[in-house]
Structure formats: C-alpha cells, structure tokens
C-alpha cells in the first residue's frame, strides 16, 4: 500500500537531486533521505515493526526482474556468502564513504546513491533467485533487521500442529490455487490459478524466533491457504533473553554500534582535535587515511573488548568456551543497545528538521510547474532544542535496560547470575560514552541552522 507512493517520493527526490538546487537543507533528496526517512525508520521500528522493508519501493522491481531473468543467466548465490559478513563490509564502507564524501550535504550524490541502489536490487534480483539482495547485500535491510530485535511484533503461527500436518509449506513455497486445490508454487510454477508467492528470504513460519531476515512483506500470511499464520504483539525480552543467535547477526549488531558511535562521534569537536593530533604524528593531510585510521581503530577496539568482555563472563559462568562462542552466547544484550544508539543520533537528525519536509517538497513540485505555493522555509528552523538532549538520555537509558535485562537472563539460564556482571559493566561504560559523545556541540547536518554548542548539538 506505501510501496507506490514511496516510489514516487524517490523518484521526486531523485529528481531534485540532480536538476534541484545543491543545498543540502533546501533539497528534497537530502533532507528526505538523511533527515527524515531515518527519524521515521526507527520511530516505527520501536512502535510497530520494520515497516520501511514492508513499504521498500525495491519492492516494484519485481515485476521487471521477472523479465530480466528471461534473458540473462540465473545463479544460485555463493554458500560463503549466505551470511552477514558481506552486509557488515557494506556498511562499513557506507558509513565510511558517508563521513569521507559528505553525502548529507550533497543532494546530486545522493540522488546517485539512490540511483545506484533501485539499479543493485534490480541487477542482484534478476541474476540470482528473488530475495537475494534483501536477505544478502542490502545494508539497509539488515540495519532494519537487527533493529527490529526490539520491535513489539513479529511473524508468527496461530497452532504449530496445523504447521506440522502442512505437505505444501505454503508461507515458504508460495502457493497457487488450481481447480484442483492448493498446490506449492515453488514446484508448480507452470499451473494455472491464482498465485500467492512465499517468503522470498525462504523463513519457514513456525521456525521463526526473532524478526531477522523477516522483510514483513506478508507473503506468508496471503500463502498458508489455513490463515494460520499472523502478524502477533510480543515481547522483545523474550527474544533477547531465549534466542541464541548465529554468530553473524551478533556481530553485525555488535559492529553496528560501534559503527554509529563513531559515525556520531565524527561530528563533534573531539574527533577534529583527535584528527589533527593524528596528522601531526604521522605527518599527513590524507583525510581519507585519518578517516580510516579512525574507524579502524574504534572498531577494532570495540570487537576486542566485546571478545574479552563475553570470555570474562563465560569464565565466571563456568563455561570453557573461545572468546567468539562467547560474544554468541552473550550477545543479545547489544541489540537493544544498537537500537537506543542509533535511535538516539537518529532522532537528533530528525528533530533538527522535522518539518522542513514541507518547504523542500513544495520546492521540487513546484519545479515540476505545479501549483503548490511559496515554500515557507521558516518551518525548517522549528526545532524542539529543550526535547533533544533530554530524549536522547531517555533512549540510551531504556537502551542501556534492555541490554541489562539481556544479559542478566542469560546469566541466569547458565545458573549464575553474576555472570552477567562483566558484560553489564561494558554496556553502561558505553551507554555513558554515548551521552558524553550526544552531550557534544555538533553539526547541525542538512539544516538550516548553524553548527551549536550547546548539548545535544544547539548554538
């Protein structure tokens, strides 16, 4: 249903982007992109679910994939790269590219890195089986699964038995209703009768256990011919204290959190003191090699600590396990973490121009002659600066709760709750970096307003 209008939101933006004006705060393609669509994302996440995947405009190229793969080869996508390693390297890269390139304040590249992603789905979707750039390339997509571990919904069944009596498997197989009865799409493609496609990231319904890889495209539900299978209210604690995930999704969650401090702490005037002590010590100007530098270093030491951290804890537990079957095992309590860092700077970015959104799409209509009236560009500059920083500390603390909670329940399903201890320490060291770093004067990026100096980024 948001799918179409989405799409025409892009294409808008793109639009703007390459023939509008080149002010950040004054284009559709940035203010749209790095303002809004991400405020909103984790607004819904934490409200609803990963609604954004459900309305992915990415979602339309379907229909043309389908045509593609008449006329290029098909592939079956590698088995080493059936995992989340490819989508952490992607999104280091971005996160990266996004600090060296300023692409908040550029809407012509913008406008190109949308471009560029409709163009990698549409290319990805047609050489290798449907649902291969969702579930394996899209670094979006997986920063809306990991999020969606704090979501208050998920895919589930209504009776496991009616699951288990299922021949076709319908919500994975897809399903086609021939004169005959329902049959599995996957092994009738030539049938005649309506057709219901299957999860397209292949999650067979009553496995599921957490929102991971779970597009929420609702395939499922229109495929099971019993209407067993629904959209449920639940628990995230459940998740965190009783799932066991692989050791991919831990560790993009744990990367993802030292990715976006970073990414806030590049913004205050910390990071340029730290850059231009570094360019003094190794004699260089080379911002992409400071950058870098910077990333490496913070990442690198976020990964060994969390290594050390979750060995400690298993060695109190009593459990004789490596360093990486420990941060598997104690894991779950970044992800609520993950989620309160990037909703906190996420929600900085948002607030600072909630309603420029108006203007800057009345701008881009009315470049397309249409009658819409003169942007009020004083609506950009309403910003709620007494909400920011007080909201952003409430974040970080439900945040920094969730993760407690997390980690005791895994402390106590080992049967020694200080266990938990070592990995709680670390949580609240970082939930306190965090606010110092949020605390920060910093860019007020794709606004209208000067950069500030008071905390939560306001001059």
């Known amino acids: 249903m948001l799918q179409l209008p989405l799409l025409l939101l892009a294409v808008l933006a793109i639009y703007d982007g390459f023939v509008g004006r080149q002010l950040a705060p004054k284009n559709l393609s940035t203010v ?20 954004f995947c459900s309305a992915c405009p990415l979602m339309l190229t379907r229909g043309l994939t389908e045509r593609l793969r008449k006329f290029v080869p098909q592939f079956t996508w590698p088995m080493r790269l059936r995992n989340k390693y490819l989508v952490i390297a992607i999104t280091l890269v971005y996160l990266f590219a996004y600090e060296y390139f300023d692409l908040w304040a550029s809407p012509w590249l913008t ?21 291969t750039f969702c579930k394996y390339v899209c670094p979006l997509g997986s920063f809306n699964f990991t999020l969606s571990t704090v979501s208050p919904t998920q895919i589930s069944v209504r009776d496991r038995q009616v699951c288990l009596d299922c021949e076709g498997h319908y919500c994975v197989n897809g399903r086609v209703d021939t004169p005959e009865g329902p049959r599995p799409l996957a092994f009738h493609a030539q049938a005649e009768g309506e057709r219901y496609p299957g999860c397209e990231t292949q999650l ?73 002590r570094a360019s003094e010590l190794l004699r260089t100007r080379n911002e992409a090699l400071l950058l870098g530098l910077a990333f490496v270093v913070w990442v690198g030491l976020g990964v060994g600590l969390t290594v050390f951290v979750a060995h400690w804890a298993s060695r109190i537990a009593g459990i004789a396990e490596g360093g990486f079957a420990a941060v598997r095992r104690w894991g779950s309590a970044f992800f609520p973490l993950a989620f309160a860092m990037w909703a906190g700077h996420y929600a900085y970015h948002f607030l600072t121009g909630w309603a420029s959104i108006v203007p800057v799409t009345q701008q881009a209509l009315g470049n397309l002659g249409l009658p819409v009236g003169e ?15 007080p909201l ?3 974040i970080l603390y439900l945040g920094l709760m969730g993760s407690a909670y997390a980690a005791f329940a895994r ?32 860019e007020m990026r794709g606004t209208l307003l000067d950069p500030g100096s008071q905390p939560g980024g306001l001059k």
Do not use: K
């Open 411 to 442: 402390a106590r399903s080992v049967g020694r709750g200080t266990a938990a201890l070592p990995v709680f320490l670390y949580i609240t060291v970082l939930v306190v970096l965090t606010l110092w770093v949020l605390a920060q004067p910093m």
């Open 392 to 394: 952003q500390v409430f």
């Open 32 to 51: 749209s992109v790095w303002l809004h669509y991400r405020g909103l994302l984790v607004l819904a996440i934490a409200v609803a679910g990963n609604l």
């Open 375 to 389: 942007p009020n560009w004083q609506l950009a500059a309403l910003v709620p600066e007494n909400l920011l920083y």
């Open 111 to 131: 406008a190109w890195l949308m471009v560029g992603y409709f163009g990698a789905a549409l290319l990805v979707d047609a050489f290798f089986p449907a649902g």
């Open 204 to 276: 067979y319904a009553p496995q599921i256990e957490s929102n991971f890889d779970c597009t929420l495209c609702f395939n499922c539900v229109r495929a099971c011919p019993y209407d067993n299978v629904s959209w449920e209210v639940r628990s995230p604690a459940r998740e965190w204290a009783g799932v066991r995930y692989r050791a991919d999704y831990v560790w993009l969650g744990v990367l993802l959190f030292f990715a976006g401090f970073m990414n806030a702490f590049a913004m205050i005037p910390a990071y340029y003191t730290l850059a231009e």
